[in-house]
């Protein structure tokens, strides 16, 4: 074992899921006419334990990191575009910037490997292993102790986190490319399948991505590890979120997930510690077409398909008021017979 785990332990309790599942039957309305939002009130009740969950003070950490891989082509923007998002996330200009304050989530954004020094800001993390990863094409992203040292920086930053609820977003171009080789590695699906435009590629620019990636994963044999494999494909930021989702779900908080870049993390996380998807809600399906065979793997039901591929967390903080409606639901509707109605259907 080369890391330390906090102990995850197992959620299923079919006690509490059977409490859960009468509290939302006794709500008044016709049974299960709340739909979805009935699924997800049951999935929050049982990460949080609780059949009146409250989610409390709400953060959203967007990790940010660079890729040697860019020198190839594999993006339609350059590399300088990382750094400059990070600066607009941190002066309030970028989606995810709006959207987190329209939300009341506190946003932090953390520079996990950004080839680019910046000023210290109060809302800025450095944990930079590394200004940009290796050119993944010719050998290993970056080194086993450099993929560690990222991991643990993530189990650090959410140790130091208030509240019971984390979302996460990225920034860092290139990571499209990474996150079709983890899945293209970790799942065995052909790159030609779970490739896409990523920030805007045009198809000419697709086929020469997939050429690219095909010798990223030549270079780069398959041991059978997931932390080879992040090592070796991965992205600095994306190996910060392995850290994150570890401890997050070590500490029962409730991780909502945003696209195909955070998604390749979580499948990372996953085979490191399986019991991480249970303290999962996924925010939506992302446009990029790797992002689909992902959540076929996890079993996952995305709350919102609305063509969204931007990352930064955008998708995760637009689905959170679902999550809060959901808790509203459980803790608030009368029951069939605090209210005084008539539950029977004739
Ligand atoms: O989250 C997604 O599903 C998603 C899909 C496509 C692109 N992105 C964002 O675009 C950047 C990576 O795209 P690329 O083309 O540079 O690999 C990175 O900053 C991501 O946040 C994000
Ligand atoms: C402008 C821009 C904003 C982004 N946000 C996340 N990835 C991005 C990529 C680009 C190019």
Redesign the pocket.
């Given at each position: 074992m080369r890391l330390d785990l906090d102990p995850v332990l197992d959620l299923e309790n079919a006690e509490l899921r059977a409490a859960l599942q009468r509290a939302i039957d006794q709500k008044t309305k016709p049974l299960g006419s709340l739909g979805a939002l009935e699924h997800l009130a049951l999935e929050i009740g049982m990460i949080r334990k609780s059949t009146r969950p409250v989610l409390e003070q709400p953060q959203m950490v967007v990790f940010a990191g660079d890729h040697g891989l860019?020198k190839r082509g594999?993006?339609?923007?350059p590399q300088d575009v990382?750094w400059q998002?990070v600066e607009n996330f941190l002066a309030g200009g970028a989606a995810v910037s709006v959207l987190a304050k329209q939300h009341g989530i506190a946003l932090t954004v953390v520079d996990c490997g950004v080839a680019h020094d910046f000023a210290p800001r109060e809302a800025l993390r450095v944990c930079k292993v590394a200004p940009g990863t290796a050119d993944c094409s010719q050998g290993p992203a970056m080194t086993m102790e450099q993929c560690l040292q990222a991991i643990r920086n993530g189990q650090e930053l959410v140790r130091g986190l208030p509240g019971n609820a984390l979302m996460l977003g990225?920034?860092?171009?290139?990571?499209?490319?990474s996150a079709s080789l983890l899945l293209a590695r970790l799942h065995g699906v052909d790159l030609v399948d779970c490739t896409?435009?990523?920030?805007?590629?045009n198809s000419e620019g697709v086929q020469r991505k997939i050429a690219v990636l095909r010798e990223a994963l030549a270079a780069n044999p398959d041991t059978g590890d997931a932390l080879d494999a992040l090592a070796s494909l991965g992205g600095f930021e994306i190996a910060t979120m392995v850290g994150a989702m570890l401890q997050a779900a070590a500490e029962d908080r409730v991780l909502l997930i945003?696209?195909?870049?955070?998604t390749s993390a979580l499948l990372v996380a996953a085979k490191i510690e399986p019991r991480v998807l249970q303290r999962c809600i996924y925010s939506h399906r992302?446009?990029?077409p790797g992002?689909q065979y992902m959540l076929e793997a996890l079993k996952a039901r995305p709350l919102l398909d609305w063509g969204?591929?931007?990352?930064?967390g955008s998708?995760a903080a637009i689905a959170w008021p679902l999550l809060e409606s959901a808790c509203t639901m459980l803790r608030d509707m009368a029951s069939f017979a605090s209210a005084g109605v008539d539950g029977q259907a004739v």
């Open positions: 860019v594999v993006s339609a923007f990382t998002m990225e920034m860092g171009i290139g990571n499209t490319s896409g435009a990523g920030t805007g590629l945003d696209g195909v870049i955070v992302s446009g990029e992002h969204m591929r931007l990352g930064e998708g």
